[in-house]
């Protein structure tokens, strides 16, 4: 196998993981992409899914679904993503998801794979890998690819998932120094024990006794994000539909914690900002200033229109 050479482009990569169904993965993952691309015009986000649920192809992927695209397993054969890479909807590139993973992952039994198969596409920018309910070989590439493993827990069952992942991380030599976890689902009326004490203070204090790191955003519990995703039709963006959640904050300022993590890693330096472009990068302090108004251009436009008018 080749080595990956050290002038290629080598992009930023994020595995969002747990090995405990319906945690949020899927959907931290699609939206963290619309949220990335909305904050960051300038850098390109290539969302993977190492799933067969083809939620991703449908969210994305603009006009009817073509169920004969080339898609992942053809990336693997080819080793790289080059010819497989599709432009979908709201700026967001994606490979289109395998129909049987069962075969893929017979055949990613080195788990350094994804890592070779990302180096050789030379791709300029974020990628963000949806992995699986699993601890299986894709999702042992996707730890091996991954500068930052996302590991959500909505739960005390996904508490103990995400111990899993870590000790993995540790055997194989990653270091659960990479993973961090967010919590997702937070519903704060939840609550356990006796005395009864918030679910959430009781994930958090136990995320701190392990040691993990952990994202300072938490994802709440909406049923109106949950109304998005559960339609027979595409899944809808947080961002263009659920603007009036706590969600949309929330992901937002997700994606403000990721791009911070991005540029501690000097991986891919952000342009310095002109003027005009200052405002838009939606600091903290211009969250109340209004701007002109001025009719959308373009997706862009129309997506910073969405954040201004909040
Ligand atoms: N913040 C949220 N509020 C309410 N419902 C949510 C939220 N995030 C996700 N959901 C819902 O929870 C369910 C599981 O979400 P999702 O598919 O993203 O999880 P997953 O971890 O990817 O699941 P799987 O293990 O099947 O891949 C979906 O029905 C989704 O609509
Ligand atoms: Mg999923």
């Known amino acids: 196998m080749d080595a990956p050479s050290d002038r290629a482009i080598?992009?930023?990569?994020?595995?969002?993981?747990?090995?405990?169904?319906?945690?949020?993965?899927?959907?931290?993952?699609?939206?963290?992409?619309?949220?990335?691309?909305?904050?960051?015009?300038?850098?390109?986000i290539l969302i993977v899914s190492l799933d067969d649920q083809r939620t991703l192809d449908r969210m994305f992927s603009i006009g009817a679904l073509d169920r004969g695209a080339k898609n992942l397993k053809h990336a693997w054969a080819e080793r790289s993503f080059s010819s497989v890479i599709r432009l979908g909807e709201y700026g967001v590139h994606y490979v289109p998801a395998p129909t049987d993973v069962s075969r893929l992952k017979a055949r990613a039994g080195d788990p350094h794979a994804l890592r070779r198969l990302i180096d050789h596409t030379e791709w300029g920018g974020i990628v963000i890998l949806d992995t699986?309910?699993?601890?299986?070989?894709?999702?042992?590439?996707?730890?091996?690819?991954?500068?930052?493993?996302?590991?959500?827990?909505?739960?005390?069952?996904?508490?103990?998932?995400?111990?899993?992942?870590m000790r993995i991380l540790e055997q194989s030599r990653i270091g659960a120094d990479k993973a961090r976890v967010l919590l997702t689902l937070v519903d704060r009326r939840t609550k356990l024990g006796d005395p009864a004490r918030p679910l959430v203070e009781t994930l958090e204090a136990a995320v701190a006794e392990n040691g993990w790191s952990r994202y300072e955003t938490t994802i709440s519990r909406s049923p109106r994000v949950e109304m998005l995703n559960s339609g027979t039709d595409k899944p809808k963006s947080i961002l263009h539909h659920g603007r009036g959640t706590a969600v949309h904050g929330q992901l937002r300022a997700l994606a403000e914690e990721v791009l911070v993590e991005l540029d501690a890693s000097g991986r891919l330096a952000a342009p310095r900002p002109t003027r005009r472009a200052a405002a838009?990068?939606?600091?903290?302090?211009?969250?109340?200033?209004?701007?002109?108004?001025?009719?959308?251009?373009?997706?862009?436009?129309?997506?910073?229109?969405?954040?201004?008018?909040?």
Do not use: M
């Open 10 to 44: 080598r992009p930023w990569v994020l595995a969002v993981s747990c090995n405990k169904g319906g945690v949020g993965k899927t959907t931290v993952a699609s939206n963290l992409a619309i949220y990335l691309r909305a904050l960051r015009e300038d850098l390109p």
């Open 132 to 165: 699986k309910s699993d601890l299986e070989a894709l999702t042992k590439n996707a730890f091996q690819a991954a500068d930052r493993i996302l590991v959500p827990i909505a739960d005390h069952a996904s508490l103990d998932e995400a111990a899993k992942v």
């Open 280 to 310: 838009p990068r939606l600091k903290p302090s211009a969250r109340t200033r209004k701007p002109k108004p001025k009719p959308p251009k373009s997706w862009a436009d129309e997506l910073f229109g969405v954040f201004f008018n909040r």
